[in-house]
């Protein structure tokens, strides 16, 4: 009885159009001439008559309304029981079908977990053939586990243990393909003179990317410019300290010379005398004019301490005042030497003030020496 419901045969419904009908005709024609003297202008005069049949129209329009509505309920009543009817036959089936589609589903979901192991176990023995290293293992089984992948033995089919095979191959051609280009980082650093080469972290981000060539360029060109600006702050460094170290030897040096003689300091300070006299006569500005102010007070005071130093001290003390026909006085003091006598020192000063101030005898007007006692 059960198997017999499943044929077409079995299940009889039967139907006839639905019957409702109205005189459209006649209501047609009166309605015509009803609505043909409705059609008048509204004015002040009329406007509470309108107001009144335009109610009525209102009314009739409703009555119509209400009436098909009450005609297509009585016809659609068997429509109603029908359908029911037919939701209850659906709801029994319902019902069955879905504890059926649920032991269907757990049973097929656990025939597809153990087709998932077989496919990761495959997958793993083709990576370990192929050598295929942990982080290139990235191959996913999903879009295969399907109950069509399994034989009735158990065995994956060939479609899908080729599709495996190729997912592996595929995990292979990228770990060549990234061991290729870390060794290409190394070759293209050592070409550029950069060793050590870059380590792998600095291109990880863009490693798998398919412009990877001009980004490792870029890298590249990046570091150089790094290089060159690190060398020159060492250059820099090295050279300020071979400076201070050039200089403190200079003071060492300095320090350790002897104190140069009063000779050599007036000799020294004479030059300078001349350079700022030159300097001054070329820029005859305030700057100029201090500076050899400076030098020539200098001069003076390493002058008298050389004449001092040529005449060794006795108990007198001698002023010698030189006067110039080129209106220049200068006066020289000093301690004498033993037993010199005044012409002595008049001689010796005379050919001084000659010698500091490039004159010549026939320049000197006069040389009066005076004595002190100390």
């Known amino acids: 009885m059960a198997n017999e419901l499943f044929s077409t045969e079995a299940i009889r419904i039967e139907s006839t159009p639905a019957q409702i009908s109205a005189n459209f005709g006649e209501l047609n024609a009166m309605l015509d001439v009803v609505l043909k003297d409705e059609m008048t202008v509204v004015t002040e005069e009329t406007i509470k008559d309108e107001k009144n049949r335009l109610a009525d129209l209102r009314k009739l329009e409703k009555r119509i309304d209400d009436l098909s509505k009450d005609a297509i309920q009585n016809v659609s009543r068997e429509i109603i029981a029908f359908k029911e009817n037919v939701n209850t036959l659906k709801f029994k089936i319902k019902e069955v079908i879905t504890g059926k589609d649920s032991q269907v589903k757990s049973l097929e979901n656990s025939t597809k977990a153990i087709i998932a192991d ?29 109950l069509t992948a399994q034989t009735s033995s158990g065995a994956l089919t060939k479609s899908a243990f080729d599709a495996v095979k190729a997912k592996a191959h595929q995990d292979l051609q990228t770990q060549t393909q990234i061991q290729n280009r870390l060794v290409k980082l190394d070759n293209e650093c050592l070409k550029a003179g950069i060793n050590p080469p870059l380590p792998r972290a600095m291109v990880n981000a863009f490693l798998y990317d398919t412009d990877y060539d001009d980004k490792l360029n870029g890298i590249i060109q990046a570091e150089l410019k790094r290089i060159a600006v690190q060398k020159k702050t060492i250059e820099d460094s090295l050279a300020e300290e071979k400076a201070k ?26 030059e300078m005398v001349e350079h700022a006299s030159n300097k001054y006569s070329r820029y005859p500005d305030r700057e100029n004019e201090e500076s050899l102010t400076f ?12 004449l001092e130093e040529n005449l060794p001290k006795t108990d007198s003390l001698y002023e010698v005042k030189v006067t110039f026909n080129v209106a220049k006085e200068h006066t020289y003091k000093f301690t004498s030497k033993p037993n010199a006598n005044k012409d002595k020192v008049i001689a010796h000063f005379r050919q001084q003030a000659i010698k500091d101030f490039k004159l010549t005898p026939e320049n000197i007007l006069s040389l009066v020496v005076n004595e002190y006692d100390k």
């Open 118 to 146: 077989t496919l990761r176990n495959t997958l793993k023995d083709q990576w370990f053939k192929l050598g295929v290293e942990e982080e290139f293992q990235s191959a996913n089984i999903d879009d295969l586990v399907k």
């Open 295 to 306: 030098w020539r007070k200098k001069q003076a005071e390493v002058r008298a301490k050389l």
């Open 245 to 270: 170290l050039e200089q403190r030897k200079k003071e060492i040096e300095e320090l350790d010379k002897p104190e140069p003689t009063l000779q050599e300091q007036y000799q020294r300070i004479t």
